[in-house]
């Protein structure tokens, strides 16, 4: 039986269900040993931690999961407001430049990302969790679609993350498999990565992107009140615009913790 566990990882290569399990997953740690050197032997048993996790009950004790420390403190979560959902975010960031002026900067326009369920992983295995979005950086970007809710590799995909305008993160967790609410943000706090973050895939790259407090534009209108984006991998941009087009995207992983009332 294909653990939840396995689902997350194995979902983001989006390799359909044809290649035998012990192939890709063969595969995946192949790749991963040779990433840096690290250890891959604990993954191999990482499903198994967790009985009933395929039922997407809540299956693990949210209370134990603490959010890993920023380099500048980031404000904690306003009172009463308790921990909902933890995710591994894969996609793009993206940016702008002016390329009629040749000492521009990058400008940030937004991101997307595919959201994956990794909460009970931030519950039980937090050294496996903080390691999540730098595997899940060494794998293709997901390609996901509605007709992907009957693909046993997205079973675990939890939603969608993109913005509806350059200051407005949006978390969309309403999709045909799941109904976790949605909601738009604004940023309000940032810290940088530590200097020992992944800059990008095959660790090649500008740097990860800061770390984030979100706090709701509506509040009385929607289920998440604040989400934190912590232990990013990748995303940063080249500092300066020299030979960058005038729009491109720079591929990033990270949590997401979602906070709720
Ligand atoms: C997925 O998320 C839901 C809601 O946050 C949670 O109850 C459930 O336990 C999660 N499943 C896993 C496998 O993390
Ligand atoms: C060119 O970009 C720099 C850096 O962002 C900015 O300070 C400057 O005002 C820009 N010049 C023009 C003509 O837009
Ligand atoms: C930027 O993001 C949007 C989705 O939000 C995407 O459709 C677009 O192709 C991205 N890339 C560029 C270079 O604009």
Redesign the pocket.
Known sequence: MLS??LT?LLAFTAIVSAVPLEKRWGGFLGSWANHNGRPSSSYLEFGKR?PG??S?????D?SQAVMPIATTALLPPAPGLSL???AIGRGTQNYTCDTTNSTAVPVAVGAKATLF??????ASSPQLLAQLPDIALQLPIPTTSSSDAGNPAYA?M?GHHYFLNPTTPFFNMDTAL?S?GAGSFKKTGAAAAPASAIPGPNDQGDGAVTWLKLDARDAEGQVFQEVYRLNTAGGQPPKMCTGMPAAFEVQYAAEYW?WAA
């Open positions: 939840v566990h997350l967790f996790a395929n997407n009950a809540p299956s693990c949210l909902f959902h933890v369920n990794a909460t009970c992983i931030a675990d939890s799941h976790y979602l």
